[in-house]
């Protein structure tokens, strides 16, 4: 797999990033790709290290680590290094309907099993992914493939993200007629309006989308189902309806709310409106978004983000580009080492300090780190018209796993704009309450272990919706189980 010694002769190097003084003027992708030759020594460090642990996606301590669709890595990785990209190609999309955007924002799973990392530096498999994506759109490796025989079996989708995008894909391709029905004007679900653009480029939606029209997956937006039009229409006209609306409930804040107080936003609202400013602009200039208008401006605010994970980090980057004053992002659990600790071994999932391209923005402009450990919003402070101007942040703990407020350290922070970007609490309720749901205590739907069928229907579940809040390399994967069981639903056997 990959040259025999490539590991021992070639360092890792990724994707030249642009500088942070000069992305932070546009909304634009940062990431350069390599010339061929040196993705070839990037494919060549793939180690023939007998049990490929970066395609496992194995539970280890409660966290899972490797590929969770089983990319095919090592072949694929081999035939890269031996110039066969078209080959690599076809391994890679055998386990992966979408690698344009696992390609760019997945977080990796398998890159932290690699053996290559146990003792140094990982293989790039990321870029290597998305190499092999955009190399075959450029070269016309991907095509139209519009089945020859069609089933006859109709199915409705609703929700276009990246869980429902798989269930239509692979059912599609299947021979069955699927639609694909979506609330926003645009597909894609977080991947349009919940990922900003300089993480993903939403043309790369838009091709994608155009691949799956051409190959016969009809789309349907602006129809938000339970309100435009009512799920019995949808279960009377159709043979099977895969539910994959995501979990969209976000976790509010007690001491601020963004119905009464203005100012204060969940980050998804924020990320969208600034998405959708962006597009109609036809524009990626941070000069462009301005002159549309239309979206929550920082520019000269003081913005305070609660949540540190990835919604966070992008809101970070998003109101940086914007031209905000100062930015803190408040994080409840206590900061990272640095280095893996010795109850975290190789190849468990690394719980260690990641610094992501909105953190490395802010230390650039400001000088340090915007995230604040261990730490949690106490109240906030609005002027006469009931706008916030101030929050009130203290210290916190868990003792005896409950989250406990440190006495005396209390600090008080400029505050213009607040974004709550805390997570998500489960499926909105007008969608469960819409086809007569039962959800779990966690807010996702309820279904048997394991499966994605909802006893006793022709409804099926997928995604965010059915396992909570997730990754999209996990949606994707959700999708394609969903839709083998669909398919041995409506057909009795599966290929």
């Keep these: 797999m990959g040259k025999a010694t490539g590991f021992?002769?070639?360092?890792?190097?990724?994707?030249?990033?642009?500088?942070?003084?000069?992305?932070?003027?546009?909304?634009?992708?940062?990431?350069?790709?390599?010339?061929?030759?040196?993705?070839?020594?990037?494919?060549?460090?793939?180690?023939?290290?007998?049990?490929?642990f970066c395609q496992s996606a194995m539970v280890l301590s409660g966290m899972v680590t490797g590929c969770p669709l089983h990319n095919l890595i090592p072949e694929w990785n081999n035939e890269i290094y031996e110039g066969h990209d078209e080959h690599a190609f076809n391994r890679l999309r055998k386990t992966s309907n979408f690698p344009e955007f696992t390609g760019r924002v997945c977080p990796a799973l398998c890159e932290k099993a690699c053996m290559c990392g146990q003792y140094g530096d990982a293989v790039t498999v990321h870029d290597n992914?998305?190499?092999?994506?955009?190399?075959?759109?450029?070269?016309?490796?991907?095509?139209?493939?519009?089945?020859?025989?069609?089933?006859?079996?109709?199915?409705?989708?609703?929700?276009?993200?990246?869980?429902?995008?798989?269930?239509?894909?692979?059912?599609?391709?299947r021979g069955h007629n699927v639609d694909v029905f979506e609330r926003?004007?645009?597909?894609?679900?977080?991947?349009?309006?919940?990922?900003?653009?300089?993480?993903?480029?939403?043309?790369?939606?838009?091709?994608?989308?155009?691949?799956?029209?051409?190959?016969?997956?009809?789309?349907?937006?602006?129809?938000?189902?339970?309100?435009?039009?009512?799920?019995?229409?949808?279960?009377?006209?159709?043979?099977a309806v895969v539910l994959c609306c995501g979990s969209k409930k976000p976790r509010s804040l007690a001491c601020a709310d963004p119905?009464?107080?203005?100012?204060v936003y969940y980050a998804v609202d924020f990320l969208t409106k600034t998405t959708k400013a962006l597009m109609?602009?036809?524009?990626?200039?941070?000069?462009?978004?301005?002159?549309?208008?239309?979206?929550?401006?920082?520019?000269?605010?003081?913005?305070?983000?609660?949540g540190g994970g990835d919604t966070g980090n992008d809101c970070i980057g998003t109101v940086l580009r914007q031209g905000a004053k100062s930015v803190t992002a408040i994080e409840m659990m206590p900061k990272p080492p640095v280095e893996r600790a010795v109850n975290n071994p190789w190849p468990e999932w690394p719980k260690t300090l990641k610094t992501d391209y909105g953190h490395e923005e802010a230390i650039y402009?400001?000088?340090?780190?915007?995230?604040?450990?261990?730490?949690?919003?106490?109240?906030?402070t609005t002027d006469k018209s009931g706008k916030i101007k101030q929050v009130e942040t203290v210290q916190v703990t868990f003792k005896n796993g409950k989250l406990t407020e440190v006495k005396g350290?209390?600090?008080?922070?400029?505050?213009?704009?607040?974004?709550?970007?805390?997570?998500?609490?489960?499926?909105?309720?007008?969608?469960?309450?819409?086809?007569?749901?039962?959800?779990?205590?966690?807010g996702n739907v309820e279904t048997e272990a394991g499966k994605y069928q909802i006893e006793g229907s022709k409804l099926f579940c997928a995604g965010d919706m059915h396992r909570g809040q997730s990754l999209v390399v996990w949606g994707i994967a959700e999708g394609r189980a969903c839709a083998k069981e669909v398919d041995k639903f409506l057909m009795g056997y599966s290929y």
């Excluded at 992914?129 to 519009?146: F, Q, R, S, W």
């Excluded at 109609?280 to 609660?306: H, P, R, T």
């Excluded at 600090?411 to 499926?427: E, M, S």
């Design 8 to 52: 021992l002769e070639y360092k890792r190097h990724e994707q030249v990033t642009v500088p942070p003084k000069d992305r932070l003027l546009t909304f634009a992708e940062f990431h350069k790709p390599l010339n061929r030759e040196a993705r070839q020594e990037q494919a060549a460090r793939c180690m023939n290290c007998g049990v490929p």
């Design 184 to 239: 926003e004007d645009a597909i894609g679900g977080l991947l349009m309006y919940g990922i900003p653009n300089m993480k993903l480029d939403k043309k790369v939606i838009k091709r994608r989308q155009k691949l799956m029209e051409d190959e016969g997956v009809v789309f349907h937006t602006s129809v938000d189902i339970g309100k435009d039009k009512d799920a019995k229409e949808l279960l009377d006209k159709f043979d």
């Design 129 to 173: 992914e998305l190499y092999l994506i955009e190399t075959a759109y450029e070269k016309g490796y991907i095509t139209p493939v519009v089945p020859k025989v069609r089933s006859g079996k109709k199915i409705a989708v609703i929700g276009s993200g990246p869980s429902g995008l798989a269930v239509a894909d692979e059912l599609n391709h």
């Design 259 to 263: 119905e009464t107080t203005k100012g």
């Design 409 to 442: 350290t209390e600090k008080k922070l400029k505050c213009d704009i607040l974004l709550i970007a805390a997570g998500f609490v489960g499926v909105e309720d007008y969608v469960a309450d819409a086809f007569g749901l039962k959800k779990a205590p966690r």
């Design 280 to 306: 109609k602009a036809d524009g990626i200039s941070a000069d462009d978004l301005k002159a549309q208008g239309g979206y929550i401006n920082a520019e000269g605010k003081n913005v305070v983000i609660v």
């Design 365 to 380: 402009l400001f000088g340090n780190d915007p995230r604040v450990y261990e730490t949690t919003v106490k109240s906030i």
